[in-house]
T-cell receptor, first 113, second 109 residues
Framework: IAGITQAPTSQILAAGRRMTLRCTQD?????MYWYRQDLGLGLRLIHY???????GKGEVPDGYSVSRANTDDFPLTLASAVPSQTSVYFC????????????FGDGTRLSIL | GQNIDQPTEMTATEGAIVQINCTYQ??????LFWYQQHAGEAPTFLSY??LDGLEEKGRFSSFLSRSKGYSYLLLKELQMKDSASYLC??????????WGAGTKLIIKP
């Protein structure tokens, strides 16, 4: 089934640890995005990539890094997790050069203790 | 700054009609999206408006007025399964989506 796969589904992590959230899409979309969603706030863009080999910073990039080595994969890394990074993380993809919507993965629920 | 405003919560009755409003102030405008998000799940696409007017898709319709920076999502013949959050998002001049905080819709029998 075509779509976006995120892993892990959920994770509890000790503060200071390194963590990589995985995201893979098979729709050949050029653009991919990482958002965090916190209660009472809208989805906030962390990082994005408009095409393989390029990345950009979103609204809340501090403490996170991404890479886009190929079209399908867009991992998000927390180099040294802090409790304020406790959130639900969604990966999305789209054909950014059209009016097509962004499609979302099922999310990763991350708790930093 | 960029801002998307929508009501935090609304309540409606099964079988009725509800209108969820969204006002926006963004740097540029390249379309407005509505998404539905059930609790604990990912957002799913509902509708897209880029020109003024009404777009109808089954029980759901979405309206846009670019001059007023205003959109609404109209849900007809409400069903219990429509209980969810509804997210308004505007694509700005950089083709990035700016998201509202969402409107939680509670449907009562």
């Amino acid at each position: 089934i075509a779509g976006i796969t995120q892993a892990p589904t959920s994770q509890i992590l000790a503060a200071g640890r390194r963590m990589t959230l995985r995201c893979t899409q098979d729709m050949r979309h050029n653009a991919m995005y990482w958002y965090r969603q916190d209660l009472g706030l809208g989805l906030r863009l962390i990082h994005y990539s408009n095409t393989a080999g390029t990345t950009g910073k979103g609204e809340v990039p501090d403490g996170y890094s991404v890479s886009r080595a190929n079209t399908d994969d867009f991992p998000l890394t927390l180099a040294s997790a802090v409790p304020s990074q406790t959130s639900v993380y969604f990966c999305a993809s789209s054909n950014s050069y059209s009016n097509q919507p962004q499609h979302f993965g099922d999310g990763t629920r991350l708790s930093i203790l | 700054g960029q801002n998307i405003d929508q009501p935090t919560e609304m309540t409606a009755t099964e079988g009725a009609i509800v209108q969820i409003n969204c006002t926006y102030q963004t740097s540029g405008f390249n379309g407005l999206f509505w998404y539905q998000q059930h609790a604990g799940e990912a957002p799913t696409f509902l509708s897209y408006n880029v020109l003024d007017g009404l777009e109808e898709k089954g029980r759901f319709s979405s309206f846009l007025s670019r001059s007023k920076g205003y959109s609404y999502l109209l849900l007809k013949e409400l069903q219990m399964k429509d209980s969810a959050s509804y997210l308004c998002a505007v694509r700005d001049s950089n083709y990035q989506l700016i998201w509202g905080a969402g409107t939680k819709l509670i449907i009562k029998p």
